[in-house]
């Protein structure tokens, strides 16, 4: 079982509140599990009886519209929690969360989260510091969607790819989306998205080698969607 006080991950997120005693109260109390690529973590509409950290991998937490199409709000990397709000507020999963690649979580049961979330205040600030940012984002992203062109989003979305998740030896996006996700993030059909990387491939922004994506000029790309 890993020891909770030596996880770096866990000074991504709120738990870096947690001290000595803290962190060994739930280096007891957690489980860890992996995750093949393609699985949930959890499912919309789920229960959740506790929080999940990423210890390792990439986790894309979406949304299904009611036209059964799935909408990618977000992208979940080592050190974030996961199910966070639906713990405070006492609700089903809002979100499903489902792996990327093969990932490493690990469980925190909720008990454990609500005896810090009362004893310990910095913790309780930084889940809400937590949510509040992702109320943020949530507002800046509708904001987007109603005032950018799809072809500035898709700019937007790579650059987050490339500034979130990092590029591979041959400078490729590390992070491989599929079309259909990467349609789904920026809230477009499956074909523009197709149709608007070719364009910025012939445009000189971007290559593309097979499924991958390189950025060849970044700051151009920024220009783009700024």
């Known amino acids: 079982m890993g020891k ?14 947690l001290n000595k005693d803290e962190l060994l109260k739930m280096a ?3 489980t860890s599990y992996t995750i093949k690529k393609g699985e949930p973590i959890f499912e919309e509409g ?20 009611s036209n059964g199409k799935d909408q990618i709000l977000k992208l979940a990397k080592p050190g974030e929690l996961l199910g966070q709000r639906s713990l405070i507020s006492e609700e089903m999963a809002n979100l499903s969360a489902i792996a990327l690649e093969d990932m490493e979580v690990c469980f925190i049961p ?10 310990n205040n910095q913790f309780s600030m930084n889940v809400m510091k937590t949510i509040c940012g992702d109320l943020k984002e949530a507002d800046d992203h509708m904001v987007n969607m109603a005032q950018k062109t799809v072809k500035e989003r898709l700019a937007e979305t790579l650059l987050y790819l490339h500034d979130s998740f990092g590029e591979n030896v041959d400078h490729t996006l590390k992070i491989q989306l599929s079309r259909e996700e990467l349609a789904s ?3 477009t059909a499956t074909e523009s998205c197709i149709r608007l990387l070719s364009e910025l491939n012939k445009e000189g922004y971007i290559e593309l080698t097979g499924k991958k994506i390189t950025i060849k000029n970044y700051s ?3 220009r783009l969607c700024d």
């Open 110 to 119: 909720k008990t454990e989260v609500l005896g810090f979330f009362t004893e």
């Open 46 to 65: 789920e229960t959740l009886n506790g929080v999940y950290c990423v210890k390792s991998g990439v986790c894309k937490l979406s949304k299904l519209s």
């Open 220 to 222: 151009k790309l920024k």
């Open 4 to 17: 909770c006080e030596q996880c770096i991950v866990r000074q991504f997120s709120s738990l870096k509140a």
């Open 28 to 30: 007891n109390c957690k």
């Open 185 to 187: 993030i920026i809230g």
